[in-house]
C-alpha cells in the first residue's frame, strides 16, 4: 500500500509539474542553472536562497488542500508545491489553521500532514529534474482549503522520488513568504 501511495504521489507531483512551453531541451542535456542564485558547477539547479519572497499566489490544481507556485518561471521552471495530508503528521486530528514548527512525521516525504516542496527544473513534456523536501521551519496556515498563509525560514534538502535525501545533494532556502490562490 505505501508503495503504491508513493507511485500515486510521484505521478500527481508530475501531472503538476507540466509545462505549457512549446521547446524542450533533451533530457541529458547538460546541467544549468535556470535562477541566479542555483549553482550549475554542483549540480543544484534550483537557488540555494530563495531570500524573502513576499507575497506569492498559486493555483490547487492538484486539488484543494494543495498549493503550486512559481518560484521561477525558467525555462525549466522551478515551483514550490505545499500539501496538506489529513490524518497525517500535524494533522493527524484532521486539517487546522495555525502556526506548525516543522518536525517529527511532517519532515517524513512518505509520512508528512504538512507537506513543504521545491521541486526544480520542471522540463515540459519530462518533469522534473530535482526534487526537494522541508527539513526545518514553520508555516502559519489561515486557511487549509484552499491553502492560504505564511512561512518563515524553511530549508530544504534534495530528495530522490521516494523521499529518501540524496547523499551529498544540494540544499536550498526560504526566508519568508506569504501565500494564497
Known amino acids: 500500500m505505501a508503495g503504491m501511495r508513493r507511485s500515486c504521489l510521484l505521478a500527481l507531483a508530475l501531472a503538476a509539474c507540466s509545462d505549457s512551453g512549446t521547446e524542450s531541451p533533451a533530457i541529458d542535456a547538460p546541467v544549468t542553472a535556470d535562477s541566479s542564485n542555483a549553482d550549475a558547477s554542483s549540480g543544484c539547479l534550483v537557488s540555494t536562497n530563495y531570500g524573502a ?20 518561471a525558467g525555462p525549466p521552471r522551478d515551483t514550490f508545491f505545499l500539501k496538506l495530508n489529513t490524518g497525517k503528521g500535524v494533522f493527524a486530528g484532521g486539517l487546522a489553521n495555525g502556526t506548525y514548527t516543522l518536525s517529527g512525521a511532517d ?26 523536501f522541508a527539513t526545518a521551519g514553520s ?15 524553511v530549508t530544504f534538502t534534495e530528495v530522490t522520488l521516494s523521499g529518501a535525501p540524496v547523499d551529498g545533494g544540494c540544499t536550498s532556502s526560504i526566508a519568508s513568504m506569504t501565500f494564497s490562490m
Open 53 to 72: 519572497l513576499g507575497a506569492k499566489t498559486g493555483t490547487t490544481a492538484q486539488g484543494p488542500t494543495t498549493l503550486t507556485i512559481t518560484l521561477d
Open 107 to 132: 519532515l517524513d516525504f512518505n509520512n508528512c500532514g504538512l507537506c513543504v516542496n521545491v521541486i526544480g527544473d520542471i522540463v515540459a513534456g519530462q518533469g522534473p529534474s530535482q526534487f526537494f
Open 139 to 153: 508555516v502559519t496556515l489561515t486557511s487549509t482549503s484552499p491553502p492560504a498563509g505564511s512561512l518563515s525560514n
